[in-house]
């Protein structure tokens, strides 16, 4: 379980999954201190996470080899009904181009892009 609870400066929010602390914040022109990652990067933070995490772990599987894995990611904001993501992942090391084509083009369905693309439904978490 993940909680936020605000702090006392203004929108900072310490988020916990009980093991981890991370803080977050808006920007500075909606008040915030734009001190920490405002929650909307914090969405592109775990998808990136995620995409170079499922990716490294299919290399290691196939016997690959390589120097880095870089997954860029940025998010139009502005219509908040036609959300688009938009992706670049580089990997580095001695694999040919094809197949880090082929790895890049089937890597998209780790498990924080299969929450992004589908159907969300939210119900009240019952606390003891």
Not at 6 to 33: A, P, Q
Not at 69 to 75: K, P, S
Request: aromatic share 6%; glycine share 6%.
């Amino acid at each position: 379980m993940v909680t936020a609870t605000s702090k006392e400066t203004n929108y900072v929010t310490e988020i916990t999954d009980g093991e981890h602390v991370i803080y977050s914040d808006t920007i500075k022109s909606d008040n915030g201190t734009g001190d920490y990652v405002n929650p909307a990067d914090m969405i592109l933070a775990a998808y990136t996470a995620c995409v170079n995490i499922t990716l490294r772990k299919r290399m290691r599987a196939e016997g690959l080899v390589w120097d880095k894995v870089t997954v860029h990611a940025d998010m139009n904001r502005k219509d908040p009904e036609d959300i688009k993501i938009y992706t670049k992942i580089i990997i580095e090391g001695d694999i040919p181009q094809e197949k880090k084509d082929e790895l890049i083009a089937n890597v998209l369905d780790c498990p924080i892009c299969k929450v992004l693309k589908g159907g969300k439904s939210f119900f009240p978490l019952e606390m003891e």
